[in-house]
Every structure is written in C-alpha cells, then in structure tokens.
C-alpha cells in the first residue's frame, strides 16, 4: 500500500491524534477493471431520446430479466433556466428501456443533500410532468428505511454508513448523474452521483465525515494535476450553471466507494449537454 | 389532516416521514400537532417512543438503530418539559451544548494551522452540526438554537445559564454570518465560485423562527426574503416560512398557501396542523 500523505499531514496528523486517520485516508491505487462506455449523441431532449436510450442499452446486452432495477437520477435544487439536474425524459426512457427489457420492477429513487424534500424538487424539476405515476414509481431515499453497512475499504474516517433499503435491495443500480461542473473539483465527471443515496437525515454523516477527513486532500491533488485550474466560467456558458453543493463539498474517496453490499451491481448512464 | 396523523402511527407508537419505521424528527412534529389538537393518547405513546429512543450520551439518533446522536436532539426538547422530564431536558441540553461544528474545535484547528491553512472562518461563532464530527450548517444551528433558548426562558437561573448564553449567542452570530446576500438562508453556503447563492424557503423559515427577538440591520433582508418566498409551492418551505415570519409578527394577514402545495408527508402535515393550531412556542 503507497501511503501518499505529505511530511506536513505526518507531523500534523501526529501532533492532533489523527494520523491512524491520515492513514486511512491516504490513496491506494487499485487497478479498475475495463468497462464498456457508450457514447451517443441525442439532437435535443425530446421523444427521440426514448430510441436512443432502448438502442444504448440494448448494445450492453444487459439481462434484467425478473431482477429489480432502481433508477438513481441526480436531483440537487432547482433553478428555472439553469441545468443541475438529470433531464426527467432521459430517466423516463431509461424506465421505459428496462420495463421494456423485462424488468421485474423499475423504481426512480433519490435522496437530495441539499434540499430535503425531494417531491418538491423533483416536481419542480419536471419529474412530476414527464413521468406517469411519478409518485408511484419513486422512492425518496432521504425518508426510506435504512440499514447499516459497514465499508470494506476505508478511505475517509468512516467506518460504516446508513444506506436505504431500497438501493441495497436492488439487482441493479443505474446511476444517471448530470454531467456539470462543480465547485470545489470544476468536475466530478459523474463520479459520485451514489452520494444521494445515502439518506439525508443521515447524509451529513457521510458526507461531512468525508469532506472534513479527506476532500482536501484530493481538492489539492486535482489542483496540481490540472494546470491552470479549470475554470468553471467557460462551462457554465455552454453547459449551464451549477450551484454549490456545500460549504465543504460532497468530495469524498474515489470512484468505487460504494460498498458491495447488496445483491446488485451497478451501472452508469449519464445525461450530459454539449 | 390530524386524521392522516393518527392513521400514520406505527405499532411502536412513533412514526416514519412517509411509511415505514419510526423517526425522531416526524415523531416529535406529529407528538406536538396531535397535543395542540387534544389528541393527547397517541401524542402520549409517541413521547413514549421518544422516552424509550433516548441515548445514554443525552442525545437522540435520526432513528432506532443508527448508533450516534444528531441534531434531531434539538428537535426533542419542543415535547413540553411536563413530559420530557426535567432530568430528561436538562440531559439534551447539555449534549447542546457540547456540540459544535467539527471545523471550529480546538483539535481541528491546530491540524489546519500544522497543515499551513487559515482556520474556519466560523470558529468565532460556532454552529451545529447534523452529526457531531461533521461542520455546523444553518437548520441545526437553527434547530439548536430554538431548543437553548427555550431552555433560558425555562430555567433562567441554571447553573450553566452562561454557558448557554454563550452558545446561544454563537449560533444567532453564526446564522447572521451564513445569510445570503439576498437576504434568507440555504444550507449554509453563501457564495461559491463569486456566485451569491440563493436562500432556500425552508432554511429561511427555520432561521427566521430561531432569531427570535433578534434586531440586526440585517434582520429586514431576511424578512424580506421571507414574504417573497411565500409563493413556494413546497409545504416544507411553507411551513416554516409562516412560523419563521409569526415569530418576528411579520406573516400578512390573511395569507394562506397557494392552492397547489400538497402535504405529502407526516412532517408536512404535522408542521401544517402546528402553523394552522398556533405555532411552536
């Protein structure tokens, strides 16, 4: 294991009582597995992204026959004019694509950090309009029952974390974050969409353990890598503005943080505007 | 809508945010709508919930079975003292007082100033956290903030009333200081990337009803904040608006929520019947 903490985090890590912590937090490369990425063009968010998305997933030879699909979008606030959310017909055709491909159940289910009520969002955002039944097919993750799981890597303080029961008891978990920029990364890439499954009674738990233990660290490194810093201001003008998620971020370990727990595995579609 | 309550009682004699297990947070806004409404059997065996869900450190955890008390803790102290108990009380005070945002705590300050970085800009005021280990944002600072000066109109002459004092007087300094230019107050965050952030109705609800009494030039932005966002479509943000405004007399008169909120939840339907019944005082 590469230990990748600074002389100055040894000394004041050692000083304050947190370098087991500093440990714990400190990178460990792990090779990643190959995955298969499509990207397709959509010409506009409108009827045709129903054949897109069937034909996307289709490509993927996906068999969710008789399994139990949850549908993770990205809801964060809402802001008329602005593009912070996933688009509600690219999850309404993701419904309809895995309904279609023999779904046992398919389920839209999200809990937002920022705004706790997420019908309000979500109906604000359009999810209401666009998806029949909305309130029937959905779940809010942030009031949905919880069980604990502990995490088999540790790459912040936290040694276990509440996760709903709805997303641990899924067979398949497609992530469909919104590609956007963000306030302390400039971009995550949809990397960490997974956040809002963790309720928000208890996402603050998580996250502020995350972001106080460890987001620095990674903001630091993302800093030297991308020279100069990216600047958001070119990609608020094309690909629309995104508000803040904190005062701390949400920035937390890396990619692959959500525990194998669970019968599910997971899957990525993202709606990204170019 | 007192019926929907009752109806959404669990076994336990708590009750779920929508369906399901028990929470602390819709347990007590429903305890206190069903008392302000008489129903005082099932609000009994929801403080009996609450009673039973108290956690050896003082506190309260959002739910059974999540093994760390967090702000809902603050929530607690709106069941009347006749049926907390003052030992109960003075208990969930205590663990007020001892909580404060992680990034304003003596250890975590000297690992920022080893590491070269400036300390957090709130250690002057602290706030409250969600959890403790975690930064204080503005709903539980508000949450607290309710609770610890209930307290000092409860028992004036405490022993640690200046210790109360203080903390109180840190989190009316720490939500002044996390206002929104505009005036109202989101999670906690007031600008990001020289962009002002916008203030959410709920947070400048909770808020508002926090800073009681409080006269500070910067007190007229957020009430003006405040009657703008009452055209908001959401309960939760209706809710606490009307009880943020009450608290400063400043709710129009006759104002009512726009036909299309829709109470979903038992925390909106509860906040609702306590707004509708006379507010949380």
């Known amino acids: 294991m590469k230990i990748d903490a600074t002389r100055r985090e040894w000394i004041a890590g050692a000083f304050t009582g947190t370098g087991a912590a500093l440990v714990g937090c400190a990178a460990r490369k792990t090779a990643a597995a190959a995955a298969e990425v499509s990207i397709t063009r959509a010409a506009a968010y409108d009827q045709t992204l129903y054949e897109t998305v069937r034909r996307s997933l289709a490509k993927h030879r996906l068999d969710v026959r008789g399994r139990n699909v949850v549908l993770k979008p990205n809801l964060v606030e809402f802001e008329p004019g602005s593009v912070i959310n996933t688009h509600p017909l690219v999850v309404h055709a993701a419904y309809e694509a895995f309904t279609a491909m023999g779904a046992a159940s398919v389920r839209i289910a999200e809990g937002p950090g920022h705004r706790r009520n997420t019908l309000d969002l979500a109906d604000a955002a359009g999810y209401f309009r666009i998806v029949p039944r909305f309130e029937e097919v959905f779940t809010d993750l942030n009031i949905d029952d919880v069980s604990q799981v502990h995490l088999p890597r540790q790459a912040s303080r936290m040694g276990k974390l509440y996760l709903p029961n709805t997303a641990l008891r899924a067979d398949l978990l497609v992530s469909i974050p919104k590609m956007k920029t963000h306030h302390w990364a400039a971009a995550t890439l949809s990397m960490k969409n997974l956040f809002g499954t963790v309720p928000g009674a208890l996402l603050r738990m998580a996250e502020e353990h995350a972001a106080l233990g460890g987001y620095r660290r990674i903001d630091r490194r993302f800093e030297k890598r991308v020279s100069p810093p990216v600047r958001p201001g070119g990609w608020n003008r094309r690909h629309g503005r995104q508000r803040a998620y904190s005062r701390h971020g949400k920035e937390c370990g890396r990619a692959g943080g959500w525990p194998r727990h669970g019968r599910g595995g997971r899957h990525l579609l993202s709606d990204y505007v170019h | ?281």
Not at chain 2, 33 to 49: N, Q
Not at chain 2, 99 to 124: I, K, N, Q, W
């Open chain 2, 1 to 281: 809508m007192i019926e929907f309550l009752l109806k959404k009682q669990n076994s336990d004699g708590g009750w779920p945010y929508g369906n399901g297990g028990s929470w602390t947070e819709p347990t007590v806004y429903a305890v206190r709508a069903l008392l302000a409404a008489g129903e005082t059997a099932p609000a009994k065996r929801g403080i009996d919930w609450i009673l039973r869900t108290a956690r050896p450190d003082g506190g309260w955890a959002s739910r059974p079975g999540v093994g760390e008390s967090s702000w809902v803790t603050a929530l607690a102290t709106l069941i009347p003292e006749e049926y907390l108990g003052e030992q109960t009380s003075r208990r969930t005070i205590e663990w007020l007082v001892g909580t404060r945002g992680e990034d304003t705590t003596a250890v975590y300050t000297l690992r920022e100033r080893l590491l070269g970085r400036p300390a957090s800009a709130d250690c002057a005021h602290p706030g409250w956290p969600w959890t403790r280990g975690a930064a204080a944002w503005v709903a539980p600072t508000a949450a607290a903030l309710i609770a610890l000066e209930r307290e000092q109109r409860l028992r004036p002459s405490a022993q640690n009333v200046g210790q109360i004092a203080g903390r109180a007087a840190a989190g009316r300094n720490f939500l002044l200081a996390h206002m929104c230019r505009e005036g109202g107050w989101n999670h906690g965050a007031t600008n990001a990337w020289g962009y002002d952030m916008a203030p959410y109705p709920e947070t400048t609800g909770m808020a508002l009803l926090a800073l009681r009494g409080v006269r500070a030039p910067q007190m007229e932005r957020a009430l003006a904040a405040a009657r703008r966002s009452l055209s908001t479509r959401s309960a939760d943000g209706q809710n606490w608006l009307r009880l943020g405004l009450s608290a400063h007399g400043q709710l129009p008169a006759n104002c009512r929520p726009p036909e299309e909120v829709a109470y979903r939840t038992v925390t909106e339907v509860a906040l609702n019947e306590i707004v509708n019944r006379g507010g949380l005082s």
